[in-house]
């Protein structure tokens, strides 16, 4: 049924598509974008645009965390990033913007924010501190996002939610339903998530097996994407989301026909950079996207005009790394809001503004007004 | 019979080419160029080249649609530009190209541009301003075309024909038969383009379908393209000219047989910036051609050496944005008159120049005579 | 047979191939590069290496015509260049030369130089003068071939013949058996080649049909392009020279066999720029290729390190322009003599130097000796 | 059974694949990369590690060889490079860099390093002088493993086995079981093998039929590659790596059966730049990897931060040439050590530090803790 080539004498590879590969084909009555319905439900809370944010310390200051609830969407904390290990916390991502603007610009990127960035998640992780700054953001009235990577989600999960997290986040580069370790015990997602009070949405996953598995773990939503692009070069292992969130979304009906009816939410993380890749990702089965490096030029956004994934931090592996936010084409201008960035107006025709307001646009001209029927949308490859 | 790509399990998408993936491929015997017959018959109209202009005001000015006619072609007015908005449209054009002329250098684009044409747009349609202004053209002998968007059209068509539009452009940067909108009345294009005097030519779409609902609405054009290249980016709708024209060449040939012989016109629009692709969007099955930055060197051109299309005023979500002429290499030169843009001679390799010479040549060394029948000249895909 | 796609609906285009696209694959047991024979034998001529020289005055100084000789290949003089239209050569050349020194370096291409080439071949043709020239060099040893345009052929070929040519190689960017024209003679090849008393090289051809026709005429060698890559994208007309060169060599095998024996010579003609394009054009089905730029660097060619083809002369639609010399590496050093280039030794790893040194070690790689036979050699496509 | 284009009427090309071309797909349950075993048996020797270094003067210096040997892999001694032909061996070594370094920075690459190079490999090679320096590897312990050309294997191999060889590695760019050559006696790897003590690893070889000739002669290991990345430009020959392993995998699957079990390893060696490519190169069928440019950043490595591959020599066409190694980020940094470059930690994003540590992780993504079985791991192409 999948389309594969033989590679070489009886080794086949199959041929996967990323966003950038594929386009939306209008071919319905166009529609006015007004008439567009946003909306997206996930377990007990409703949000009015599929937006979450990609759990990083670069973005979720708590400002940054109260605005994206205030313009419809989620923020992701990262539990295990600076806000537990740093009482100001101000001054260690100063320290980290600091050492990137110090940079040679002929240096492709900063080894010394690098630098800087494993040396201050060399601290321990300081629970009461954590669960302090988690509170003041629920005294906020934002609905509060919680990641915990798939290693720690047993020691910090219960604390987390004591501290205030809604909704649980457990995120790895790559997750799978159960961890297989020599020694130690491994971490069964299912069990973990039964004994859970919050609705968990758990990822990476980019293959229809693992998120089935991961489906029936019980969580509420899965994020598909396989981490930072430099894990196509540093890993040899290069997602391909359009094939991602598709495979996935056959699991998605998958569990749906197994289960009688219980819908898992899609959320696609990775290689969406404008409204066009967010358009995209849901028209190729995604209910929602995580957006990372496009919200970093956000007034708001911790990095102060900086982005670097969490994996940026790792001790002996790096992936990815400490960049300028994609301001494009805003030198010598102030930082936009993150309501520019999510709902405009915009000066700007790349969809790295307005990204909301693009992706209604995309959805109005091919005649669709909800996400879900969106999904079905024609789509070509070049 | 299409050609289906799986992108992921249970989703299909159709491969799709772009003018710049296929190639026109010699096959004949040779002819002279001086045989070749450029002349398009569109209604009543005659004109000796193939060639509309895209209707902005960077290109529309009175002397330039004078001009294009003159040279062949046909200049298209956009009524919902600035020609019916500022009195003093001159200064309007000149505080655009301040704007970006203003611009570091080391910037992408210019936002402040942008903003002047969001700011300029902003200003009301003064509907006698745009009738006279219509007028004086149409007094100079030319055929004056002019462009009302979808939304608009019930309002301003009957006003620019009564000023002396000869030839009215429905254009949007996607078009439907119908466009649904909760509240308000939609535009039933098959009554309005019944109630009016002058012939349509309707625009853009892209797909078999739409194309075949436009023709039965009576249009005697049908425009085929989706709009600016940053379209594929904002929306992630990215329009593969070759593909999409000879989709609506087959609706051509279904609405000829349905009607016994009504034949529709192609224009197509937009990735058109050379001779050769000029002769590529032919080959595929186009009747003619709208030319926009490309004919934005020519001295007669309102631009001033600067392009930009109508949607990049758009006040929230513009799409394109203004930019320098592809004067290519004329640094330090003098604009070429639009006679050398269209007609030649040229010093320059690349068909940016003598675009209708290059036509011809490309017509003449495949053996074919006249634009109809070059239309199944052989092509090759790389 | 063929690879075809459908680009829209009813609307072929069949896949083609250039080199680039293409690799040899050695699968036999390997040879020493000593043992490799190049030898090219046409009609009565044998040359040690399958190496014409492409008909520019660029490259053809009489000491570039006998070196091209005393190295073992073939240079092409140009009828209708400057030889004929200018007493002194060296200041016409020197004057292309210094509007191409002249530009500013930021522009992407010299209009000026173009200008000049388009002005100094305003000259009329003096025929004396040209067959005056045609003689020095006859008298000097070298084998004389001399090219002729299609249009002029039946004028200046029994001029050029008379004053010494021994090939004569009629060539046009696309060349047909009998060429249409309104009015006037056309120019019928099969009986024209009948009456010379030379042997003919005619082309160039770029697809199966057109090159059996070109067959039939008589010619003793059918060259495969369509002339310079600016073609692509002034005419839309892209040459994919693998495929060209493999259906020239389909109808190299058909009129063998309706001839009962006789074998047409097939010479590539444009995109070579490299040891390995040669290499790769042999293993398509080549003879012989025609080498334009690469050579241009040998201190023997007339172009002073420029170079241009002949059609970037053409009063109103030049294709190709004046260059530099692709040098590549050498910087601040003297120009390579044509030995060097055409057999090295070389401290230049991408076989821009020593051409045949790297189509013998390729042909040996592959564990072949003579050139027919490499013709059979393994290829792959990425 | 393979998938072939035809590029012309009658001419068929096989489609190939490089490991860029190639993406790893995770599948099954996630490990701990502290779970993955990398260790790698050819004949009677055990490495920590799969990787081989290239057999270049620019990696091995007696430091070089002697660390690779602690860091667990095997570095090889060029035996026709500069250790035999000049007793001042560093002097020699700087001759190259002072070249390289004295190059304009405008120029592509330095001819002058390379003609630095030329002269030095024309001294004659002094036996004693590199049985000398090989004897002084051994005895610091290390696994000797020593590099001959097809040519002069039967010259030198039984000296530099006396010397002290332990594995021996017969490598030129293309080789085959029976080299053919008219006059002198052609190299019989069979019988050669057959009469030697030490085990021997022969190639390069990309194609499924030398492969398995060359594993019959009895060889302990094959490389898999053929040469540098300029032969595709200066030959036309262009080896898709993926492709060539998978064969060449094939053909270890026959050798086996027809064999009973006798299993011979595969070394890629070509395009192997970061740890994503060793992952991808084992997930395609090698057992280990030769490292060429990728170690030349060690502090360890003879040529000073510069890098060149052995054929950069050849005295009439080099392939190959001097370049600075890519430090990729560390302007102004120390060089790292060998263990950083291969262990890590590191705090560079890509896979140029760290590169056994970012295998571990692939494979630990993968499910996978063995190399043998991560040989099947799932694949894609884009």
Known sequence: MRDYVEIGIGREARRTYSLEDISIVPSRRTRSSKDVDTTWHIDAYTFNIPVMSHPTDALASPEFV????????????????????????????????????????????????????????????????????????????????????????????????????????????????????????PLNLKEFIGSLEVPVIAGGVTDYTTALHLMRTGAAGVIVGGGTNTNAISLGIETHLATAIADVAAARREYLDETGGRYVHIIADGDIETSGDVAKAIACGADAVALGEVLAPAAEAAGQGYYWPPVAAHPRFPRGFVSEAPTVLLENEERPSLETLLHGPSTEPYGYQNIVGGLRRAMAKCGYTDLKSFQKVGLSVR
């Open 66 to 185: 109260i605005e994206m609830g205030r313009q419809g969407g989620l923020a992701v904390i990262n539990a295990e990033g600076l806000w537990g290990r740093h009482e100001d916390l101000d001054a260690a991502i100063a320290r980290v913007v600091a050492a990137a603007e110090s940079t040679n610009p002929l240096e492709l990127l900063s080894t010394a924010a690098t630098t800087a960035l494993q040396e201050l998640h060399a601290y321990p992780l300081n629970d009461e501190l954590l669960a302090r700054r988690i509170g003041e953001v629920r005294e906020s009235g934002a609905t509060v996002a919680v990641r915990v990577s798939p290693q720690k989600a047993r020691e910090l999960a219960p604390k987390v939610i004591q501290a205030g997290a809604e909704l649980l986040i457990i995120q790895g580069t790559m997750i799978s339903a159960e961890h297989v370790a020599t020694g130690g015990e």
